[in-house]
């Protein structure tokens, strides 16, 4: 019976403290790498946003560059974002800010004083503002500028070009949000064709 008593005393196990020790330790180290990844996961978020940016921030200048290039007849001079006639479609557009995005709205007819500036508003998607770049392109991100001008030596002058995250910007203050990719406060794109006609 000793024997017995004594072989059941030797066996090897762990005690209740042994226990609780390990689960809390189990516990420290799987806090420990759910608090790393979701920061590993929120920095990497924040770098493919600002990559993101930058990649639209491209697309919007070389779509810009399309427009203003070869724009052939320019209306307005000096003043804040005129109207140009696109030789591509014979067409007046007019670049504006939207909550899509930077479009490009066909304006009425150039020969039609009583509807100088005015903007077309129709069903014929044609006709209908166009984004400059699209949504599929923009990623959640949108691009904003505070205006455009264009001058006699004959340069189109794009100000504050920027890259916002599209949720929660609000367009009436652009300085509340963080601004992901930017150009120089102006950005000149020359027009290759280009004549400046009085308003």
Not at 5 to 32: C, P, W, Y
Not at 69 to 81: H, L, R, V, Y
Request: aromatic content about 10%.
């Amino acid at each position: 019976m000793k024997k017995l008593m004594i072989r059941k005393r030797n066996q090897d196990g762990f005690t209740l403290t042994e226990m609780l020790a390990t689960v809390l330790i189990m516990s420290i180290v799987t806090t420990s790498i759910v608090a790393g990844v979701s920061v590993v996961r929120d920095n990497f978020k924040n770098v493919q946003n600002k990559a993101n940016a930058q990649v639209l921030l491209s697309t919007t200048v070389a779509e810009l560059t399309d427009r203003f290039a070869f724009a052939s007849e320019i209306k307005g001079g000096e003043s804040s974002n005129p109207r140009f006639l696109l030789d591509i479609g014979g067409q007046w557009i007019v670049l504006k800010n939207s909550a899509d995005g930077i479009v490009y709205q066909l304006c009425k007819a150039e020969d039609d004083p009583a509807n100088f500036g005015k903007y077309i508003v129709t069903e014929d998607t044609s006709k209908a503002p166009a984004l400059l770049v699209t949504k599929e392109a923009q990623a959640g991100l949108i691009c904003y500028y505070d205006e455009y001008t264009y001058s006699s030596s004959g340069y189109f002058t794009i100000k504050n070009l920027r890259v916002y995250e599209k949720e929660g910007f609000d367009p009436s203050h652009p300085e509340n949000s963080e601004v992901l990719a930017k150009l120089p406060e102006e950005y000149s794109i020359e027009c290759l064709n280009g004549s400046l006609t009085p308003r």
